[in-house]
């Protein structure tokens, strides 16, 4: 087993086994950072190949842009039929060397239905850090929701806000879920335009012209990836966050959207009740897991 950089030819390969070993991933997930580096700085992907050149896995590290300060990622992907030869662990040694500059803990994931990949990882030294529950709703005849008295929609991707102060901080203000709490809070600038053809989505709902939700998302090839919907406490209860979501699904629809797609901690039942309510379907649970930096093997 040899280690080498991931060419950018080689890309497909990874995305393909990625995809083949995790079936409840995305595409979109797994291309993220090839397509958009820029969002992970420090981005270093090794595969590892037998004697004949064949992949037998591939892992990655990064700190991505909205990770808290000293938090890097890493992930790893083993073929199925090369399990237990100890791909997935000399991916991990490999890897440790790359870790950007100053990391102090290292974040991955596990779906909660690979107890083998939550086992490995629990060896490595990661505790579960929460439980994310992943959505879908496909996207067909949506109706453009009618926001009431003294309430209005504002779709501004480009983000020319003409008071952007504010609208930071109804957004800062929004964020007491669970994974804010965890330092993963957003910012504006985390919600730029992603590199074409995938495209941001970003709705505003005012009251009296005051900011006082927001959801955002990005389409990209069919799918629309809610990230985040938040309301400012002082205008929770009247339905904002619906009406923003709802407002995102119909520009997203619009623009090729054939599904949306979220993830909510388990616990944030707020949220969780209103995706529900506006048609989400349960597809599958992940453990967001957390561990510190290993000393080098």
Do not use: C
């Amino acid at each position: 087993m040899r280690i080498v950089p991931a060419r950018p030819d080689l890309h497909e390969d990874l995305v393909t086994l990625a995809l083949a070993r995790s079936p409840h991933a995305t595409r979109g997930e797994v291309v993220h950072p090839f397509e958009e580096p820029h969002e992970f700085p420090g981005l270093a992907v090794r595969a590892a190949l037998d004697d004949h050149g064949t992949l037998l896995g591939w892992g990655a590290v990064a700190r991505p842009s909205w990770n808290p300060p000293g938090a890097a990622v890493f992930l790893a992907h083993v073929a199925a039929a090369h399990e237990g030869r100890g791909v997935g662990s000399t991916l991990r040694q490999a890897l440790w060397d790359r870790l950007p500059e100053a990391t102090t803990t290292v974040r991955t994931r596990v779906f909660d239905d690979e107890p083998r990949a939550a086992e490995i990882a629990r060896h490595w030294g990661f505790t579960v850090e929460e439980h994310s529950i992943s959505s879908r709703r496909p996207l067909g005849d949506l109706v453009a929701p009618e926001p009431g008295p003294g309430v209005s929609l504002e779709s501004n991707a480009d983000q020319d806000f003409t008071d952007p102060d504010a609208v930071e901080a109804m957004l800062a203000a929004s964020q007491t879920n669970p994974e804010a709490r965890a330092g993963l809070a957003l910012r504006l600038d985390h919600m730029r335009h992603p590199t074409p053809p995938a495209r941001s989505v970003l709705v505003i709902a005012r009251v009296d012209g005051v900011p006082a939700a927001l959801t955002w998302g990005v389409l990209a090839e069919g799918s629309f990836y809610v990230a985040y919907s938040g309301v400012d406490p002082a205008y929770r209860g009247r339905g904002l966050a619906a009406l923003v979501k709802q407002h995102a699904a119909v520009e997203a629809q619009a623009a090729g959207a054939t599904e949306a797609l979220t993830s909510n901690e388990e616990h944030n039942t707020g949220i969780r009740r209103i995706n529900a309510e506006l048609g989400y379907i349960v597809r599958n649970g992940v453990y967001r897991m957390v561990g510190p930096v290993p000393a080098p093997s």
